[in-house]
């Protein structure tokens, strides 16, 4: 519980590529988890809390960029901190 009294608040929207403008570093120092209605992702890319959407890898596909090609999914999204 200590643990989680010293993490940043989680922001509205997350992503995991270092290049975006939503990629916060000091979140990813701790363990987070990601539920999409009520069943938890374990593959999310991006979130927005606000807008109701995660998005995810598409399979295997990749970009022209070799980044992996995103899906989009919609729903009540909710982003925790795991318990170490």
């Known amino acids: 519980m200590?643990?989680?009294a010293q993490a940043?608040?989680?922001?509205?929207?997350?992503?995991?590529?270092?290049?975006?403008p939503?990629?916060?570093a000091a979140v990813f120092e701790h363990g987070i988890g990601i539920r999409l209605n009520d069943k938890e992702r374990?593959?999310?890319?991006?979130?927005?809390i606000s807008e109701g959407w995660?998005?995810?890898?598409?399979?295997?596909?990749?970009d022209r960029?070799?980044?992996p090609l995103m899906i989009k999914l919609k729903g009540r999204v909710e982003a925790?901190?795991?318990d170490a």
């Open 2 to 4: 200590n643990k989680a």
């Open 8 to 20: 940043p608040p989680l922001p509205d929207r997350l992503s995991v590529d270092p290049r975006s």
């Open 22 to 24: 939503h990629h916060v």
């Open 42 to 48: 374990f593959d999310v890319g991006e979130y927005c």
């Open 54 to 62: 995660v998005k995810v890898p598409a399979g295997k596909s990749l």
């Open 65 to 67: 960029r070799g980044q």
């Open 80 to 82: 925790f901190y795991r």
